[in-house]
């Protein structure tokens, strides 16, 4: 555990080629915060997927609200994932992620576009619709849900940390997406503590009002900059750090010993005219190919 005085970054906020999550306490205990970079992640998402720069923007987002709601949790979770549906031509928006720092996810509709050809915003790409957050550990699954706020996933976020939670949370998220690939990616929430001191409250509140996008803050300064613009003047203390990574849980013999299950006229309709039936993992667009004597009983 490691103290950073007003004004430094330190190591552990140095630019680096490894996706990580740091949170800590700042304002002598009286916030809790947690900062994510994920460029890397969401960049894999975005070519596994080939999403378009308003699908990545909006996946990007919600793995980032996943990854600092996991790490920023009070309880020791295995797994946890955030699931955003609206009415918007996105559908569905879904990232997972684990204890170990695995994240995956999808995007219901991955080659939005607005009809004009100009970018959507995220949250007329999203809708109206249901925030659901499913938290899964030894003892169980705890799944609570709040209706989207405003669509942009951040202040959705928020919303569901005040009327789940009871916390009175920032959550400030952005993903820098181009047709060519994503500049950055990434996040950070901080939470008021019920006792905060009042001076410490407001010095959160004038940065946070004075930080402007996210996004450009990210490509220009890394995560380093966001969290010296959000916790400007305030103590830090670092708690604990996390590497992250995109990959998937799906595996090979458990898709096969699902798809053997199937009844054998359902399986021949599925296979190709060399009788291989192919399968695509949703989450990570794995591609299995399984031949007619792989899937027969035996």
Same mark, same amino acid.
């Given at each position: 555990? @490691? ?17 990580r999550?740091?949170?800590?306490? =700042?304002?002598?205990?009286d ?9 890397g ?7 596994r997927?080939?999403?378009? /720069? ?13 990854a600092l ?11 946890m994932?955030v699931?955003v ?7 569905k928006?879904?990232?997972?992620i684990?204890a170990?720092?695995n ?8 080659r ?9 915003? $995220?949250?007329?790409? %999203? ?10 550990? /030894?003892r169980?699954?705890h ?14 976020l =928020?919303h569901?940390l ?11 998220? @952005? ?13 950070? $929430?901080v939470?008021?503590? /019920? ?5 410490? %409250?407001a010095a959160l509140?004038?940065? $946070?009002?004075?930080?402007?996008? %996210?996004? /450009? ?9 966001l969290v010296e613009?959000?916790?400007a @003047?305030?103590d830090?203390? $670092?708690?604990?750090?996390?590497e992250?990574r995109?990959?998937?849980?799906c595996?090979r013999?458990e898709?096969?010993?699902?798809l053997?299950?199937?009844p054998e006229?359902?399986?021949a309709?599925l296979?190709?005219e060399?009788?291989?039936l ?10 299995? %190919?399984?031949s007619?004597t ?5």
């Amino acid at each position: 555990m @490691g103290r950073l005085e007003p004004g430094t970054s330190g190591p552990p906020f140095s630019r680096s080629t490894r996706d990580r999550l740091v949170h800590g306490l =700042a304002g002598l205990g009286d916030v809790r915060w947690a900062v994510a970079d994920l460029g890397g992640v969401v960049e894999e998402a975005r070519r596994r997927h080939d999403l378009s /720069p308003i699908a990545a923007s909006a996946l990007g987002r919600t793995m980032s609200g996943a990854a600092l709601l996991m790490f920023l949790s009070t309880k020791a979770w295995e797994r946890m994932v955030v699931d955003v549906r609206g009415d918007g031509p996105l559908g569905k928006v879904t990232a997972e992620i684990d204890a170990s720092g695995n994240l995956r996810g999808l995007v219901g509709e991955p080659r939005v576009e607005s009809a004009d050809g100009e970018r959507l915003s $995220i949250a007329a790409a %999203v809708g109206k619709g249901l925030l659901r957050v499913r938290r899964e550990g /030894p003892r169980g699954a705890h799944e609570s849900q709040v209706e989207l706020a405003t669509g942009e996933i951040g202040l959705d976020l =928020a919303h569901y940390l005040e009327q789940s939670e009871q916390t009175s949370s920032a959550v400030m998220l @952005g993903v820098l997406a181009r047709s060519e690939g994503v500049a950055a990616a990434g996040g950070m $929430i901080v939470e008021l503590m /019920p006792a905060a001191r009042e001076e410490h %409250v407001a010095a959160l509140e004038r940065n $946070i009002a004075a930080l402007g996008g %996210v996004s /450009p803050l990210l490509e220009r300064s890394g995560v380093a900059g966001l969290v010296e613009a959000v916790l400007a @003047g305030l103590d830090r203390e $670092i708690l604990g750090e996390q590497e992250l990574r995109f990959r998937c849980r799906c595996r090979r013999d458990e898709l096969r010993q699902r798809l053997a299950t199937l009844p054998e006229d359902d399986r021949a309709s599925l296979a190709d005219e060399q009788g291989r039936l192919v399968a695509e993992c949703a989450y990570c667009a794995a591609r299995y %190919v399984f031949s007619t004597t792989e899937l027969a009983p035996s």
